[in-house]
């Protein structure tokens, strides 16, 4: 199993554009996160996803979309980047149930000039 | 709103030592906490998760400890290595009821173990 998975790597961007981040899971795991982690800050919840077709927010929404059309994929999109956005990006899954322990992916470094 | 501290933020020891890692958070109706573990440039790697109605919760050289109602959790490894060497975050998942088993996050401490 390949576990939870991130494209791209890196990514360099300019104000303005726009681009989406691709999150995959092959555990079947019905709870999908996209976090950002940012010195000082520590980690930080985007928005997250109880199940296909389901998004909710987190605790840093502004700025960011979402979609889970299938149960493996969520997608993080930035419509209009910000140098406020230049970050790492973490994916994480876990199962619904009371064992819930959350996996994460590699990340992927954004900068945003 | 739940807040988790982990203190110290840095932490260097020689190799063989015990390393006690603390964690501690404001609000004690927490449903789990997880210990992960982040080497430069990488993902989380998750290394325990303890569940409220359990005390402790072993694996290999590692412990974690919980008093729920404290508000704390200690990570011990026994006999450090210096491929020990990497940043230690807890995380708490709040309690039943709360949608999406959402974690919050403490700002981590940083191990250096020294050969």
């Known amino acids: 199993n390949a576990g939870v998975t991130q494209t791209p790597k890196f990514r360099v961007l300019k104000t303005g554009q726009s681009m989406t981040l691709l999150c995959a899971q092959d555990?079947?795991?019905?709870?999908m996160y996209w976090y950002r982690q940012d010195p000082g800050m520590g980690l930080r919840l985007i928005h997250y996803?109880?199940?296909?077709?389901?998004?909710a927010k987190g605790e840093v929404p502004d700025g960011y979309n979402v979609s889970r059309l299938k149960k493996q994929n969520f997608l993080l999109g930035l419509e209009s980047a910000a140098p406020s956005q230049t970050s790492v990006y973490f994916c994480?899954?876990?199962?619904?149930?009371?064992?819930?322990?959350?996996?994460f992916g590699p990340g992927t470094r954004l900068t945003v000039l | 709103k739940q807040e988790v501290t982990q203190i110290p933020a840095a932490l260097s020891v020689p190799e063989g030592e015990n390393l006690v890692l603390n964690c501690s958070f404001t609000?004690?109706?927490?449903?789990?906490l997880q210990w992960f573990r982040q080497d430069p440039g990488k993902g989380l790697t998750s290394l325990l998760l303890?569940?409220?109605?359990?005390r402790e919760q072993t694996s290999g050289r590692l412990n974690a400890s919980l008093d729920k109602s404290s508000g704390r959790s200690t990570l011990y490894i026994a006999a450090s290595q210096p491929g020990d060497s990497a940043t230690y975050l807890c995380?708490?998942?709040?309690?039943?009821?709360?949608?999406?088993?959402?974690?919050?996050f403490g700002g981590g401490t940083r191990v250096l173990v020294k050969p």
């Open positions: 994480a899954s876990s199962y619904s149930g009371e064992y819930n322990e959350q996996f």
């Open positions: 555990m079947n795991h019905e709870y």
């Open positions: 996803s109880v199940g296909e077709g389901t998004t």
């Open positions: 609000d004690s109706a927490i449903y789990n």
């Open positions: 303890i569940q409220s109605s359990q």
């Open positions: 995380a708490v998942r709040p309690g039943r009821g709360a949608a999406g088993n959402k974690l919050t």
